[in-house]
């Protein structure tokens, strides 16, 4: 299969005082990508960080930064995050019914790499199109927590939005958010996700090291061919 296992610490569960030192462990753990959690207060109820930070955090780090928009207007944050070394720009589909294809061309030409996410109570459907139009969306993250916060439950059902996407999109990045830890990534690994961002299952662990080896090991069995 053409899909391989990224693994994504939140950055919203580290120490975001030693936001540099902190980027720099998960990546010598083996971490893949950077999980960047961007609220705005009023598309959910929590406000975190914005450009500055990732503008920031570029200065010390060459690692892919997967930034995910839980904001209201993400046409209004493009160009900044593109400056500040964004690599992914994930913003969320009920919040782009009209422009999606001008979101995705301005990420594009703003040197990142769109993806698409949906909250629980989205329908998958929604996201279809995205994929398939002519400036198509590279990655889908399907939410499995109301999005806002680290550290709620993992939601079960929302796999069976995995597994329509992965029988339809045999080689599209499908990313997980929220409660993946050791004892949900079989779950969402045997659905057909391979982009796995874990927050505080990784930062609460005594080795954040052997938890992202799992996360890993669980998504390379089951998205080798057989
Ligand atoms: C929630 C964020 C997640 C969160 C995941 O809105 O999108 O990325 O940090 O945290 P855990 O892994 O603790 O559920
Ligand atoms: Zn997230």
């Given at each position: 299969m053409g899909v391989s296992p990224k693994i994504a610490p939140s950055m919203l569960s580290s120490d975001f005082a030693n936001l540099a030192a902190e980027a720099k462990r998960m990546i010598d753990l083996g971490a893949n990508w950077l999980h960047m959690d961007i609220m705005d207060g009023h598309f959910v109820p929590n406000l975190t960080i914005g450009a500055p930070v990732i503008e920031s955090l570029r200065k010390h780090t060459n690692a892919y930064l997967d930034c995910h928009l839980m904001v209201t207007n993400p046409m209004d944050y493009v160009e900044q995050m593109g400056k500040a070394g964004a690599s992914g720009f994930t913003f969320h589909v009920e919040v782009a019914k009209e422009n999606w294809q001008e979101l995705v061309k301005k990420i594009k030409s703003a040197g990142m790499r769109p993806g698409v996410a949906l909250k629980p109570g989205t329908p998958v459907e929604e996201v279809y199109p995205l994929v398939e139009g002519t400036t198509p969306v590279e990655m889908v993250l399907v939410m499995t927590v109301e999005p806002g916060f680290g550290g709620q439950k993992f939601?079960?059902?929302?796999?069976?939005?995995v597994r329509a996407l992965r029988h339809k999109y045999p080689t599209l990045d499908i990313e997980v958010d929220g409660g993946l830890g050791p004892s949900t990534i079989d779950a969402a690994a045997e659905a057909?996700?391979?982009?796995?961002?874990?927050?505080?299952?990784?930062?609460?662990?005594?080795e954040p090291g052997e938890v992202i080896s799992l996360l890993r090991a669980s998504v390379e069995k089951n998205s080798s061919p057989l």
């Open positions: 939601m079960p059902n929302m796999m069976d939005k057909g996700a391979n982009c796995i961002v874990a927050g505080s299952s990784v930062f609460g662990a005594p």
